[in-house]
T-cell receptor, first 111, second 114 residues
Framework: RKEVEQDPGPFNVPEGATVAFNCTYS??????FFWYRQDCRKEPKLLMS???SGNEDGRFTAQLNRASQYISLLIRDSKLSDSATYLC????????????FGTGTRLLVSP | DGGITQSPKYLFRKEGQNVTLSCEQN?????MYWYRQDPGQGLRLIYY???????QKGDIAEGYSVSREKKESFPLTVTSAQKNPTAFYLC?????????????FGPGTRLTVT
């Protein structure tokens, strides 16, 4: 079983739509949680951290459910510029602060 | 502007040759990391360094070597022993001494070995 699992997609949505991505992680000792965004052939960039209380940054809302080991990302009012791959990332302390990456969910927003 | 630079952006080598990828940061970060990314796979950790003159193997260190002689620099050598060297290589850094896990990435080097 992969440590971090995501649906690879692609998710094809029209501009203005709301889209949600989910991710599950296997290690209950995971301590930190993130969503990174990766554009085609570019480096990953930190989109937002994820907290148990849920957090929002503009059109983006992230949620963590520790009991179910589940992380979500909701994007409202999708823009063409949101088209990218979204990486679910989990932080573990294995003697150092290690990040474990999911394979990513691809989003395509069309006009 | 603070950031992480990697050079070159694209690199082509013949099988059997060693090649060194550059990673430099001016963020004053203590910890640095090397990952590789292959199509359809998540990023995999090759080596990491938490302080100068110290580095540790990650999950897939075989066929790679690193050095950390300066805080700003963490070069990666892909040796001829690496069986599948063609990949996208990403360098990252993090500010140590904090509980924060966030890492920040350089633009990557795309290595093709034929």
């Amino acid at each position: 079983r992969k440590e971090v699992e995501q649906d690879p997609g692609p998710f094809n949505v029209p501009e203005g739509a709301t889209v949600a991505f989910n991710c599950t992680y296997s290690n209950s000792a995971s301590q930190s949680f993130f969503w990174y965004r990766q554009d085609c052939r570019k480096e990953p960039k930190l989109l937002m951290s994820v907290y148990s209380s849920g957090n929002e940054d503009g059109r983006f809302t992230a949620q963590l459910n520790r009991a179910s080991q589940y992380i979500s990302l909701l994007i409202r009012d999708s823009k063409l510029s949101d088209s990218a791959t979204y990486l679910c990332v989990v932080g573990l302390n294995t003697g150092f602060q290690k990040l474990v990456f999911g394979t990513g969910t691809r989003l395509l927003v069309s006009p | 502007d603070g950031g992480i630079t990697q050079s070159p952006k694209y690199l082509f080598r013949k099988e059997g040759q060693n090649v060194t990828l550059s990673c430099e940061q001016n963020l004053n970060h203590d910890a640095m990391y090397w990952y590789r990314q292959d199509p359809g796979q998540g990023l995999r950790l090759i080596y990491y360094s938490q302080i100068v003159n110290d580095f540790q193997k990650g999950d897939i260190a075989e066929g790679y070597s690193v050095s950390r002689e300066k805080k700003e620099s963490f070069p990666l050598t892909v040796t001829s022993a690496q069986k599948n060297p063609t990949a996208f290589y990403l360098c990252a850094s993090r500010l140590s001494g904090t509980a924060a896990y966030e890492q920040y990435f350089g633009p990557g080097t795309r290595l093709t070995v034929t």
